[in-house]
C-alpha cells in the first residue's frame, strides 16, 4: 500500500515512476506519463485527477473502482488490463480499442469524450455515457442492455447486431440504429431522434 503524502516528499520524476506494484486509496494529481508504460500495476479505489496518460501503454494492469478526472487517456493501450467499476469524468478516451481489456471490465462516462474507441463484440450491459461525445465509436455486436447513453453524441457511431434491450436513449443525439439489425426491446428513445430509427424504411414521413 502507498500513500500519496510519501510521494510529495519525492520529486516529480520518481512520482511518474511509480515503483509500488499496488496502490490503495490512493490520489495522483498532475501525472504526465505520455507515451510512458504501466506493466502489472493494481490500483483500488484510487483517483487520478488532471492526469496525462496521452498514448500511454497499461500493460497487465488492473484498476478497480478508480477514477479519472479531467484526465487525458487518449490513444493509450490496454492491452490484459482490467478496468472495474471505472469512472471517467470530465476526461478523454479517444481511440482507444477497449477489445484489448481483460473481462469482466465495466466503465461509467460522464462529461467525457471517447471517440473513435471500439467496443467490438464487448459485454458492456449496464455501462453509462452521461453527457458524453461518442463519435464514430464500433458498437457492432456488442451487448449494450441497460446501457444508459443520456444527452450523448453518438454521431457515425456504429449498432449492428447489437444488444440494445432495456437500453436508455433519453436525450441522445445523431445516432443511426436499424431496428431491423439490433436487438430492441423496451429500449428508451426520445423525440425528434427517435424519428432516425425509421431511416432505413422506404416510407415517407409528413
Given at each position: 500500500?502507498?500513500?500519496?503524502s510519501l510521494f510529495e516528499e519525492q520529486n516529480k520524476n520518481?512520482?511518474?515512476?511509480?515503483?509500488?506494484?499496488y496502490y490503495k486509496e490512493t490520489e495522483f494529481k498532475g501525472l504526465d506519463l505520455a507515451n510512458g508504460e504501466l506493466k502489472g500495476k493494481e490500483f483500488y479505489r484510487c483517483k487520478f485527477t488532471s492526469c496525462n496518460f496521452f498514448k500511454v501503454k497499461?500493460?497487465?494492469?488492473e484498476f478497480d473502482n478508480c477514477t479519472f478526472a479531467a484526465s487525458d487517456?487518449?490513444?493509450s493501450i490496454v492491452k490484459g488490463s482490467k478496468f472495474l467499476s471505472t469512472y471517467f469524468k470530465d476526461s478523454k478516451s479517444v481511440g482507444i480499442d477497449w477489445r484489448e481489456v481483460r473481462r469482466?471490465?465495466?466503465?461509467k462516462f460522464v462529461n467525457s469524450k471517447i471517440d473513435n474507441s471500439v467496443f467490438y463484440k464487448m459485454d458492456l450491459r449496464s455501462i453509462n455515457l452521461i453527457n458524453c461525445s461518442a463519435q464514430n465509436v464500433d458498437f457492432v455486436e456488442a451487448d449494450l442492455s441497460k446501457a444508459v447513453f443520456t444527452n450523448t453524441d453518438l454521431?457515425?457511431?456504429?449498432?449492428?447486431?447489437?444488444?440494445?434491450?432495456y437500453a436508455d436513449f433519453s436525450e441522445a443525439f445523431n445516432y443511426n440504429i436499424n431496428p431491423k439489425d439490433n436487438k430492441l426491446k423496451k429500449t428508451v428513445f426520445s423525440m425528434p431522434e427517435a424519428v432516425s430509427l425509421l431511416n432505413d424504411f422506404d416510407i415517407i414521413i409528413k
Open positions: 500500500m502507498a500513500d500519496l520518481e512520482l511518474n515512476k511509480l515503483t509500488e506494484p497499461f500493460i497487465s494492469c487517456l487518449s490513444l469482466p471490465s465495466t466503465f454521431l457515425g457511431s456504429r449498432f449492428s447486431f447489437t444488444n440494445l434491450a
